[in-house]
């Protein structure tokens, strides 16, 4: 059996973690299974570099980024190789270039595009556990890409895909996917199945447990995860394609904080304006969430919006900078709102799923700004201040601590 | 023009350092000059990292401890590319696999044996200053390698040597190569030329400006050194084939106190035994430095030898092993003795060089305890405490201020 492991930065942030770490992979080793082991940079690690970097020149090139921060998880996987070593495990590290993860060029956030399996399978088949940099890939000019957010998930996965392993699990500090965050709601309950889409809706709606694009590819390769916990052996939550029926209407519930409502105001009311301004938008990378238009004064309407709160300040720079082309008189934003999702592929063939939603918020006096609807997510954006009380009333709303 | 630029951990040890360096190598560009950098790591970094792996595995492979180290350098020339992005000089950072500095793959001591010039070309060619880890290299397996002491040295010659360099400045924290070390004999006078064989004898004599086997690489591609200051724009020390004639019978003077006198007492006296003790340490990879061989008592000899005291450990357990297939009776070492050399083209064709050299020490009541000389070099060995003293009297003794 081949197994893929990956394990975040505070799961190898020192030396009595790495051993840990290093156990976990000896015991799945002295099965007789081949052992696939993906990390990040140690604890606080990338941020430090990136700290460095700063210092030195606020605007460096992504690509010098890209070949400082590598040395993050390069450093990691050779620690964890010298652990297993210690331990008489044999074990080889490989970083991007070694194993040719090769990338699309987009340094800071590239994605894969094809990964060569010799070298791990050679080194596989001299039954050595092989350990490698995640986070990181190479592109066509030989450079150094790393892959944004939740990167590190992602490569695992990849290398699960061409491996054809049989298990891809994703070590994290919590025991799997939950209900609700377990820290704000105390009766949040661990899902033990849920299928790729409602992960998926669950990963973009704030459930920061695993990162949208690495479920994206286990859905697209049949990768099936587990989410589990580095800490103790409790069996976590597997995500796969179809899930036991639980008489579950929806899954879970989450919240993202991390949005904020701009709304452009009297905007002319003639076709291809909303289009206009979504397309400069999309064209500067920034992602758009839930929008709502209103018929304005005088023939004109306002349009709202959600962006992440890390793309506030670029939005508003663009949207002003083609403020008169776009027909805009004013533009506002708020960046004190937050989304609550509820994720249920049970909500296909059960109607009634929002008003439940809505009457949860209703009694505990949360008022709802904007909705969004998918096929398998309803969400709403209300005030930040609102967040951990509608989390909590949506939770109960639905009984899902049973 | 195209010159290589080599700045070791020390030179780039913090944000304002780094920006020194940037600056040095900017106005090189802005000569229009081709610039390409070769950088070690910062400061204390490697000895940071090695103190990393020691925690986690005191036996780590040496293929891992490569992978570990290597990031040291990669960290510096990305900064660096930064720094000089900073300042509006267009600039990329090369580890040894973008640029494919091959190498034997022996790790910790590798040898480059081809270096590709492609992408630091291309990059020149783009008007770019290049900069590239020092120290480091890749094997036929693709796996990192780093090449021991004086690595980065020996990475700038082997760029210079080529990428057909103009010039190669190997920069460091003194001006130049001294006729001895100017903390020890205050009237020390840095030289303005050397030749390649004067440079090696200092070298390995115990002069730390510069590595032998950078010197050797120099000598064979007739790289033309400048060893000067990263912190002035004095014009250092020339190192090349031919050097004007300046009427000085030697060069300089240097001590090497890391060094260990090891004597074998009583074995036995017929021929191949000396040999079959110096081959056993050989083919463990110890140096032997002068030797000095005794009549012993009843039909047997004693043989002194001294080998670098981080070898001494390692050479008593070799020897001790084979005490028997050796017929040595008895070993002893002392550890606290130290090399003088002299060094200098010119007594060659001057008898009494030696002379003046004894006569000196034995006028400052040095004893000297074993005696070793090269065409160009003659070395003594003295009891460590007499170094300091021995260096200026033989400095003194030669007139070397003037």
Redesign the interface.
């Known amino acids: 059996m081949l197994v893929v492991k990956k394990f975040g930065g505070s799961s190898v942030a020192n ?1 009595e973690r ?1 051993f840990n770490v290093a156990g976990r992979c000896a015991e799945e080793y002295q099965k007789g299974n081949d052992v696939v082991v993906v990390l990040s940079a140690m604890g606080d690690t990338t941020d430090e ?1 990136l700290d ?2 700063e ?3 606020p ?3 992504k ?3 890209d ?2 921060l ?2 993050g998880e ?2 990691s ?3 964890m ?3 297993l ?2 331990m008489n495990i044999p074990a ?2 490989l ?1 991007a ?2 194993v040719q993860m090769h990338s699309t060029s987009r340094n800071g956030n590239a994605r894969f595009k094809r990964i060569d399996t010799d ?1 791990i399978q050679h080194e596989l088949g001299n039954r050595k556990v092989v350990i490698v940099t995640g986070f990181q890939g190479v592109n066509k000019y ?2 150094y890409t790393t892959l944004g957010r939740g990167g590190s998930d992602t490569t695992a996965v990849a290398l699960a895909a061409v491996l054809h392993a049989d298990q891809c699990e994703i070590y994290t500090d919590v025991e799997g996917v939950y209900t609700a965050d377990p820290r704000v709601v105390k009766n949040a309950r661990k899902i033990e199945e849920i299928t790729y889409d409602e992960m998926l809706e669950l990963a973009t709606s704030g459930a920061k447990v695993l990162h949208n694009r690495s479920v994206e590819m286990a859905k697209k390769y049949g990768v099936e995860l587990v989410v589990r916990s580095s800490l103790n052996t409790e069996e976590g939550t597997v995500v796969k394609e179809v899930v036991k029926v639980e008489k579950m209407l929806i899954t879970g519930v989450a919240a993202d904080k991390n949005t904020a409502r701009i709304s452009v105001i009297g905007v002319e009311d003639k076709p291809g304006i909303a289009f206009k301004i979504f397309n400069t938008l999309s064209r500067n990378n920034i992602n758009v969430d839930i929008i709502l238009q209103s018929v304005g004064r005088e023939g004109t309407k306002d349009i709202s919006f959600t962006v992440s709160q890390d793309d506030l300040k670029e939005a508003l720079a663009v949207l002003e900078e083609r403020k008169q082309a776009l027909t805009i008189k004013d533009i506002t934003h708020d960046e004190k709102v937050a989304k609550i999702s509820i994720v249920g592929a049970g909500m296909l063939s059960n109607p009634g799923v929002a008003a439940t939603m809505f009457e949860s918020l209703c009694n505990s006096n949360i008022n709802i700004n904007m909705i969004s609807t998918s096929e398998i997510r309803i969400t709403v954006l209300i005030d930040e201040k609102d967040a951990d009380n509608a989390l909590v009333a949506v939770h109960d709303g639905f009984g899902l601590e049973d």
């Open positions: 030396k790495i570099l460095k970097a210092d030195i020149n605007n460096a090139s690509r010098e980024l070949m400082l590598t040395t390069q450093i996987v050779s620690l190789a010298m652990a070593q210690a080889i590290s970083n270039f070694q070298r030989d450079d």
